[in-house]
């Protein structure tokens, strides 16, 4: 059974840090990308990044170029979203998802086969 299980969220002032955590079991981990995803209350849930199985090419939403960073560990299975100089926007529930095995995808909700519980992510003004 596919298992994503995000961790790192919390209450954080604006221009803080967090790093979020998504631990992935049940499939083989290096043949997957995967993506980092939020939705804020009353929004549609967007794509924020995403890192591909084989070249580790990355993709960034526009609203958080420069800020946030995705990054993989194959040897721990999990996949990383580090989030620096938070802003109050970026208030939402985070989850990690996973594409069917495929060498490239868009960073879409369609797209997304696998999806983490979530994690809430705060951003104090």
């Known amino acids: 059974e596919v298992q994503l299980v995000e961790s790192g969220g919390g209450l954080v002032q604006a221009g803080g840090s967090l790093r979020l955590s998504c631990a992935a079991s049940g499939f083989t981990f290096d043949d997957y990308g995967f993506g980092w995803f939020r939705q804020a209350p009353g929004k549609e849930r967007e794509g924020v990044s995403c890192?591909?199985?084989?070249?580790?090419?990355?993709y960034y939403a526009d609203s958080v170029k420069g800020r946030f960073t995705i990054s993989r560990d194959n040897a721990k299975n999990t996949v990383y979203l580090q989030m620096n100089s938070l802003k109050p926007d970026d208030t939402a529930v985070y989850y990690c998802?996973?594409?069917?095995?495929?060498?490239?995808?868009?960073?879409?909700?369609?797209?997304?086969?696998?999806w983490g519980q979530g994690t809430q992510v705060t951003v104090s003004s």
């Open positions: 890192i591909s199985s084989t070249d580790g090419s990355t």
């Open positions: 998802a996973a594409p069917p095995r495929l060498p490239g995808f868009p960073c879409t909700v369609p797209t997304m086969r696998y």
